[in-house]
């Protein structure tokens, strides 16, 4: 089975420019979490949709960043204009959650986008 | 802010010995989960403990739930040198239609061979 697919693996892009993160869920998910890592902060999560809505963006550090999931299958994180200070390590992660009744589900990871501002 | 604490912070153990990993959080929680990253990889979903059970076992896993501490532990047997790499702690806490984990920065477990 497929697991999480983020693309690209590696960006290297210069301050000021846009950067575009992408990520495919696991089929059949109805949850997506983006989180950025960094040795200072460790892991954070930034913003997560339920049913392709997005629940909860208080992680999201300032207007620069947004994040859509206009379908099921498909996510981007974008940060416009980018800054040196954002280069980290960006997961996306997929799970299943049954309907808000506090079961709670494992997530499950991509590989990440190392990326690096200039 | 950090829900989970990891401790220690980094251990270094001889292949076939025990690594016992503990975390403490600070407010209830519904359940609590362990992850495992390997260097340059995503965060692997290990095992999770739901807040009314105390134990549970999975393989060479071994994790414990003491809600009136606040704290769990994790506990790799017979440990391997396949076993190297960050361990994290992270808290489920579920507020009606809000469900989301809080990971703590994570132990980092060296196993020589």
């Known amino acids: 089975d497929a697991g999480v697919i983020q693309s690209p693996r590696h960006e290297v892009t210069e301050m000021g420019q846009e950067v575009t993160l992408r990520c495919k869920p696991i089929s059949g998910h109805n949850s997506l979490f983006w989180y950025r890592q960094t040795m200072m902060r460790g892991l954070e999560l930034l913003i997560y949709f339920n049913n392709n809505v997005p629940i909860d963006d208080s992680g999201m550090p300032e207007d620069r960043f947004s994040a859509k999931m206009p379908n099921a299958s498909f996510s981007t994180l974008k940060i416009q204009p980018s800054e040196p200070r954002d280069s980290a390590v960006y997961f996306c992660?997929?799970?299943?959650?049954?309907?808000?009744?506090?079961?709670?589900?494992?997530?499950?990871f991509g590989d990440g986008t190392r990326l690096s501002i200039l | 802010s950090q829900q989970g604490e990891e401790d220690p912070q980094a251990l270094s153990i001889q292949e076939g010995e025990n690594a016992t990993m503990n975390c403490s959080y600070k407010?209830?929680?519904?359940?609590l989960q362990w992850y495992r990253q390997n260097s340059g990889r995503g965060l692997v979903h290990l095992i999770l403990i739901r807040s009314n059970e105390r134990e549970k076992h999975s393989g060479r896993l071994r994790v414990t739930l003491d809600t009136s501490k606040k704290s769990s532990s994790l506990l790799i047997t017979a440990s391997r040198a396949a076993d190297t790499a960050s361990y994290f702690c992270a808290t489920g806490n579920y507020t009606g239609a809000n469900s989301k984990l809080t990971f703590g920065k994570g132990i980092t477990l060296s196993v020589r061979p």
């Open positions: 407010t209830s929680i519904n359940n």
């Open positions: 992660a997929s799970s299943f959650l049954h309907g808000g009744q506090g079961m709670g589900q494992p997530q499950h």
